[in-house]
């Protein structure tokens, strides 16, 4: 199950400095002028999970795979992208492909790097970001108006569908995002949602890129942005691009040892993929055998069926049963054989919805 993270900003933010230091790919430029990125970088990166290393302690398999997260660098946007300024739609489409945006704003001063808007204010920068998102759904709904005031003269669903549609026209009008529409769970909406994939209804984690003293304590921009952030109920995530790139290529001791020397617990990369897929309702589940340990990424809630059609569609269409031990009772009973003895060992049908750390079997007939 992919889940893609798109990192946007205004230009010069550190958005590709970032995108290089969290995917260790080193693929993006990172150039102090604005538009050094034309293309949207992506990079696949394994998702950090120290439960597969501990499961391959009792295993030993011949692999380990990780569950993954996309990233794409998308191109910074300024003042009207919506009217095709700058690099313009293209990019906001890039945007519209991504299921979580890393909102990258700067928190520093450094009068060598140059800033598109002349200084630094975070709360600018969001707004002309987050303005830009909810004037390309305008311009999206409007066309899609059109089509359903002329549908509607015939299908009964299309007036149901352009009543809220005209609704959602309204609270854009005001500058309010998508996110913050009262009836998004009216079905209506969700189908139109599904359909025209808002991008001011995605979900955002807004990354405070800081200088390293910003990093050990927050500085009066990150302070300004955390009180923002709380009134919508998005997360801020700390971290200093710099630090970053530093921590790229070390050993997995070494990142320890250096982030507990910073007073840090964890890296931006680490923080960023546990935010988003606690945001999107996400989990993980393992196999594990003598030629992988592996690690599949499932929505919460997802009956054993859908769960194990992420390995292959076959094993959802062709399900039978599954065998589940419990992440922690597989390492306390030293693997499969003990935890069969022990009792932990379970058969499991259709209905069981799938947890958190299990580690399964599936058994399936096509």
Not at 130 to 145: P, R, T, Y
Not at 168 to 195: A, C, G, R, T, Y
Request: charged share 30%; net charge negative; hydrophobic share 40%.
């Amino acid at each position: 199950m992919g889940l893609s993270v798109g990192i946007v900003g205004l230009p010069n933010v550190g958005k590709s400095t970032t995108f290089n230091a969290l995917t260790k790919a080193q693929n993006a430029q990172a150039e102090n002028y604005p538009f050094c990125t034309i293309e949207p970088n992506k990079a696949i990166v394994g998702v950090p999970d120290l439960r597969l290393g501990e499961l391959a302690k009792i295993v030993n398999p011949q692999k380990i795979i990780n569950s993954t997260i996309d990233f794409v660098d998308i191109a910074g946007l300024v003042k009207g992208a919506s009217k095709g300024e700058g690099l313009g739609n293209k990019f906001l489409s890039n945007i519209r492909e991504v299921e979580v945006i890393l909102h990258m704003v700067r928190c520093f001063d450094d009068e060598n790097i140059v800033h598109v808007e002349g200084g630094i204010n975070p709360l600018r920068d969001i707004e002309i970001i987050e303005s830009e998102l909810i004037f390309a759904d305008i311009e999206q709904l409007d066309k899609k108006i059109d089509k359903l005031t002329k549908d509607a003269k015939l299908q009964k669903e299309a007036k149901v569908k352009l009543e809220i549609a005209k609704e959602l026209k309204m609270h854009l009008d005001e500058l309010k995002p998508v996110s913050s529409f009262s009836k998004k769970d009216d079905e209506v909406f969700i189908e139109l949602n599904s359909e025209l994939r808002f991008l001011s209804n995605k979900e955002i984690i807004y990354g405070a890129n800081t200088d390293e003293d910003g990093l050990l304590e927050d500085n009066e921009y990150v302070k300004i942005l955390k009180t923002h952030a709380k009134k919508s109920n998005f997360e801020v995530i700390k971290l200093c691009a710099k630090i970053e790139e530093e921590l790229v290529g070390l050993e997995e001791n070494e990142v320890t040892e250096f982030l507990e020397e910073l007073g840090i617990k964890e890296s931006g990369l680490e923080q960023i993929i546990k935010s988003a897929y606690s945001k999107l309702g996400l989990i993980s589940y393992f196999t594990a055998g003598v030629q992988e340990v592996r690690s599949w990424t499932i929505k919460k809630g997802w009956l054993a069926p859908k769960s194990a059609s992420v390995i292959h569609n076959d094993f959802e269409k062709g399900f039978i049963r599954a065998e589940v031990i419990a992440y922690n009772d597989f390492i306390t009973y030293n693997g499969e054989a003990g935890s069969k003895d022990a009792g932990k060992l379970r058969l499991e049908g259709k209905e069981y919805i799938v947890q958190d750390g299990d580690v399964m079997h599936f058994r399936f007939n096509v």
